[in-house]
């Protein structure tokens, strides 16, 4: 084949072609489409004799340059000979930056250690925890900023759905609890003489620790979950989206009427849920040790005081903060899929009720200081 820029000569194994020419920038479409007919039979090796280019510049040495890494690359010998003084400059340079383009460094460090991949796994875990409390406190701030009349209708709903119909559950669980604390206390304290102490173990523990804490646990269970299932089913469905388009805030709109809901609705379910457990211990009491219900409701006034009520309430509303905020933040997390929407759900419950725990013993310990 012979062209204004190429001549080839095949013998043998060997497919020879003379390079002619202005091989530069105003042909490189030509160069191009030329040098693409270039197609040595299996087998054969190719060599681009380059000595009758009688011009050449950075785009023609580039055509040249990458048939000829595009034949290695398949297997075929190629190679380009042939390059006059003055133009193998131009040659010179694309190989440099071709060289510089695919140059890696070589790896001086060591493979991290089991240690270290472990502190980076930590690092990161925390990094993300971190980037999630800012995106939720980013969401109450500027649900917050601009306050509306819609909020308090919303917010009035959330606290139907979070505490009004929770009511039920949380009053059986905290009541079955009352039972079950008033009879472990008894098999023990009798042994001592001390049954009559178990109305104090029980109304502490209820009006402290247990009232508050199962009742924030039924909460995260139920509404936690809600709250992720429903936003991000309408994540899925584009609602979101839609409400942005609209000029609405989603933030404003469904988020923070949520959280003011379940922060009022806790606090109510706690004491609901105080009532009940000191049923289920009155139950017991009245029933096996013959305390009589006048004596029983004598004695939780004399060993409980004012206090240890409202040490547990105070905790309501922080453990409806974290349910609210996880509970809302996974649900607006969802983008693709069913399975995720699955997965966020899981992780808001799961994730409200550890948060939950760690708050309570922080509690724990900040009141055991300051001798509350």
Known sequence: MTSEFLDIETTGRE?????????????????????????????????????????????????????????????????????????????????????????????????????????????????????????????IVDGFRRPSLYIVGETMKQIYFTGVQAIPVVMVITFLIGVVTAHQAVGQLEQFGATVLVVDLVSISITRELGVLLAAIMVAGRSGSAFAASLGVMKLNEEVDAMRVLGLNPNQMLIIPRILGLMIALPILTVFADVAGLAGGALIAVGTLDIGWLQFMERVAYSTSVTNFYVGLSKAPVFALIIGAIGTLRGMQVKSSAEELGLKTTMAVVQSIFMIIVADAAFATLFTRMGI
């Open 15 to 139: 497919m020879s072609v003379k390079v002619k020419g202005r091989w530069v920038f105003g042909n490189v479409l030509q160069l191009e489409n030329i040098v693409a007919e270039v197609l040595p039979d299996p087998g054969q090796s190719v060599v681009f004799a380059c000595d009758a280019i009688e011009e050449i510049d950075i785009a023609g040495a580039w055509v040249l340059y990458d048939r000829n890494e595009h034949f290695n690359e398949l297997g075929v010998d190629s190679e380009l000979t042939g390059f006059k003084d003055a133009h193998i400059k131009f040659l010179q340079q694309i190989i440099n930056a071709a060289a510089i383009r695919d140059y890696k460094p070589p790896s001086t460090q060591k493979p991290p250690g089991e240690f270290s991949l472990a502190m980076e796994r930590i690092g990161e875990a925390t990094s993300a925890r971190i980037e999630d409390f800012g995106e939720i406190t980013g969401s």
